[in-house]
């Protein structure tokens, strides 16, 4: 069973936002947690979010994704585009809809459903500019947020606001910097509770109520700011701390579970989700709904999950499986991947992602990587894993082993395949110095071109070498290759533009 992990990579905050640092989200890093739990299971795949992700998922075979995509590029609705993207595919995803993820990021519009169904939430008005008149039934104090940014993001101590001039210097801040309306909503001065849940509607299961505790000065509101949740150094991140489970008294814990169980319910979540909670007195009142909530180790709802007995990798594993079980999904185990060539030393088979590693050493190795077809490229993680596993292939790319070691020898690739022609495009590598000057690489091109004329039953094959590169040269005439002329200025070398000589064999 093919899983890919799809994250969204960190990048800058736009310009013109109260900081420069580095996006909240941690994409990268817990994919590669995630990757870690599931590798052994299934053929993982990390995928960096993409415009085109849609096609690549579908052409890559995936059965599943595990998604925790929070948003693209520097846009958080980005969330609900990708996760769009996946269901025009037809692939199925952990974790709630477009739908739902779109209706949770809008505060204003989630809260309308909520009080649609008699759920308690703090009142609340939409403000567009300073001009608009407030509401007179609102109480004062009130807090100001955007009102489709996540993760605290423009919330500060100064959003609490207790009179008319202090409330239009939020909004305009925020109808400024955010380019959004304000969330205006009636400040409720209670406890802060995070209520994770796991499950699919009719099954949901409450995980241990976690309570955010505030050990601030005394002029100072108990709020979960952007310091608390994000810069180390504040005297609101010292100050503020998670603790689970929650001292709760019997009714209060049942008014919070019928109101989270229901808020779950009909926005539409799916697998597992976070609701933000202010208790006052036996009332629960809804600040928002995260479907698809930050799951790496110190977040609330790992957290909560550890309460529940659950660590990491059973906390993944459970968020799997209700995703396969929703979507019909079955499990099925790693592929064994079978020999398709054999030479007098070696096996090969086709590039897993087991392989990346060794290929991403290989070719940033300007000498080992001198016959492939950019030698002077540098290669990321995430672009040989697209390569190889994402979008249509139009080739095959094998890995050489040594048949008594299974030690990594080398690499060999057919692409460009034009199966009306029969025509196809070769590199090749040995990735192991030591076996320079051995005749591997010899034995490496007879294979891989026997492959492709009586395996793949093909026509015509070429590779193309630069003029001075006189060790590939020597290669590909000794193993039956002629060559048939110069393609001029083709190489572009990082400085000059290069000839390259080419050369062909028939079958």
């Known amino acids: 069973m093919r899983v890919g992990i799809l994250y969204n990579g960190s990048s800058k905050m736009p310009s013109g936002r109260e900081r420069e640092l580095v996006s909240v989200n941690e994409g990268a890093t817990i994919s590669s947690m995630i990757e870690n739990v599931l590798g052994s299971r299934y053929e993982v795949i990390p995928i960096k979010a993409a415009l085109d992700i849609g096609k690549k998922v579908k052409q890559g075979g995936f ?77 004062w104090p ?5 009102v489709r940014e996540d993760a605290s993001e423009g919330i500060t101590q100064a959003s609490v606001v207790k009179n008319k001039l202090e409330l239009n210097k939020m909004v305009e801040r925020i109808t400024d910097t955010y380019d959004q309306p304000a969330l205006v909503e009636e400040y409720i001065d209670g406890r802060e509770l995070n209520v994770a849940i796991i499950g699919n509607w009719p099954c949901l299961e409450i995980l241990p109520v976690s ?3 505030f050990d601030y000065p005394p002029d100072q509101h108990h709020i979960v700011d952007f310091d608390s949740k994000w810069v180390p150094g504040s005297g609101a991140f010292k100050g503020s701390y998670g603790v689970c489970p929650a001292e709760l008294l019997k009714d209060e814990f049942k008014a919070i579970a019928e109101a989270s169980k229901t808020a779950f319910r009909i926005l539409g979540c799916r697998d597992y989700a976070r609701v933000d909670i ?3 007195g036996v009332t629960p009142y809804i600040l928002e709904v995260n479907p698809n ?19 990491f990798p059973d906390m993944i594993m459970s ?75 139009k080739g095959f790319d094998l890995m050489f082993r040594e048949k008594v070691t299974d030690a990594p020898i080398g690499f060999f690739s057919i692409y460009n395949i034009n199966e009306g022609s029969g025509n196809g495009e070769i590199s090749l590598l040995i990735g192991d110095r030591k076996r320079h000057g051995t005749g591997l690489g010899r034995e490496i091109l007879d294979a891989g071109v026997r492959y492709f004329f009586d395996g793949l039953k093909m026509k015509r094959l070429e590779a193309t070498v630069l003029p001075g590169n006189e060790q590939c040269l020597t290669l590909l005439r000794s193993a039956g290759f ?13 400085q000059n533009l290069q000839d390259e000589i080419l050369f062909e064999r028939l079958g």
């Open 482 to 494: 002629v060559e048939v002329g110069v393609l001029h200025r083709r190489f572009f070398d990082g």
């Open 142 to 146: 009130l807090i100001v947020k955007p």
């Open 293 to 311: 909530p930050g799951i790496n180790m110190d977040s609330g709802f790992c957290r909560s999950a550890g309460k529940a007995g659950m660590d």
């Open 319 to 393: 968020i799997l499986r209700l995703a396969m079980k929703r979507s019909g999904v079955k499990e099925i185990p790693i592929p064994k991947r079978h020999v398709l060539v054999s030479s007098e030393r070696m096996n090969a088979k086709a590039v897993g992602p087991s392989d990346i590693e060794t290929l991403l050493q290989w070719f940033n190795d300007k000498e080992i990587a001198k016959m492939m077809d950019d030698p002077h490229a540098i290669y990321t993680r995430e672009e040989l894993y697209d390569a190889f596993f994402l979008g249509e292939k």
């Open 278 to 280: 202010r208790l006052k």
């Open 211 to 213: 309570e955010i505790m």
């Open 63 to 139: 059965d599943i994704i595990f998604n925790i995509c929070e948003g693209f590029g520097e846009d958080s609705r980005g969330e609900a585009w990708v996760a769009a993207q996946l269901e025009m595919a037809g692939v199925p995803f952990t974790g709630s809809d477009s739908m739902t993820l779109s209706l949770c990021q809008h505060k204003a519009k989630a809260k309308q459903v909520l009080i649609s169904k008699g759920i308690p939430t703090p009142r609340y008005q939409v403000l567009y500019s300073t001009s608009q008149k407030l509401e007179n039934d609102l109480n």
